[in-house]
């Protein structure tokens, strides 16, 4: 491998650092560095409230961040290997609609109770489900049909189905049931408490490290479908793990901050942008820092009016995300 551009990849993890000490220093409160630095090693802020803010909303948003931007990043990546398709991602083949549909019939079925008394098991069960069943019926199309725009079409049909359905659910569903829906669906990091952060941490980390694991086929993948048959590679079960990983991660990313649209379509895009290769040994753990990165901006950039209120993230990620694609479709024209 370059040694250049391994040397990329600790550079990007120190803008992630350094976007996480931003994340805790900006907010709607000012709080001094000093003040946050004796929190985060134990200590105590001079003021209580801000001590509160720090470990209850500020820090759990920023670490959420940097796992689901990760997990994302990574099942888009894995995706457009799989399907050698520069525009695949969990949210254009419909993956987060169909995780979409499974919290709705949890969330509107039960009037937001799964989200008020904090089940989310419960909400993650039905989110894995709902975007298993989308995987699956990619897997079942994609052995059918080999045209990869045909395929990337009949995803977004998916994708319009899933949201007809959740359409249905809200028009019969109680008004608590679809504010809570609302909110969830406008995508947010800050429904995560210190509390559920191992969860959340377990099972996203269980998911990149079994994405390591898939490197040697991801780039046999890149060789060509007949090439990897003649190594021995079965393209029909990695393309099945592959699609596995991605429902796992894009269903715990799902129930827990909602459907979080762009970057796994555009940060591995900009993971091979930045590093200059297709080496899934190098493009796996610059994508996971890039999605990390970027997340932690959309949220910056989520929390700055000083008002209080925060922006919802799908009215930032698109911001960065749309631009990346607009210039793979001309670069591939």
Known sequence: MNSSRVSIIPL?????????????????????????????????????????IILESRLPQALTAILAGSALAVSGLMLQTAFANALA?????????G?????ALVM????????????YAAIIIAAFLGAMTVTAIIFAVSTMVKDHVMLLIIGLMTGYLAGSIISLLNYFATESGVKNYMLWGMGNFGGVSLDDMPLLAILIIIGLLLSFLLVKPLNTLLLGAGYARSLGINIKRIRGYLLLLTGLLTAVVTAF???????????PHIARLIIQSDDHRLLIPMTALSGSALALLCLLISTLPSN??????????????????????????
């Open 12 to 52: 990007m993890a120190l803008a992630v650092i350094v976007l996480l000490m931003l994340n805790l220093l900006f907010g709607s409160v000012a709080i001094p560095i000093r003040d946050i630095l004796q929190v985060l090693f134990g200590g105590t802020a001079q003021n209580p409230s801000w001590q509160y």
């Open 89 to 97: 991602g969990p949210d254009v083949f419909g993956i987060n609609s």
């Open 99 to 103: 995780a979409g549909v499974g919290v």
């Open 108 to 119: 509107l079925g039960m009037g937001g109770g799964a989200v008020a008394t904090g089940d």
């Open 257 to 267: 901050c909602g459907p979080i649209t762009f970057i796994g379509l555009a940060v």
């Open 308 to 333: 209080g209120t925060i922006i919802p993230i799908n009215a930032v990620t698109p911001l960065f995300g749309a631009p990346v694609i607009i210039y793979v479709i001309l670069r591939k024209s």
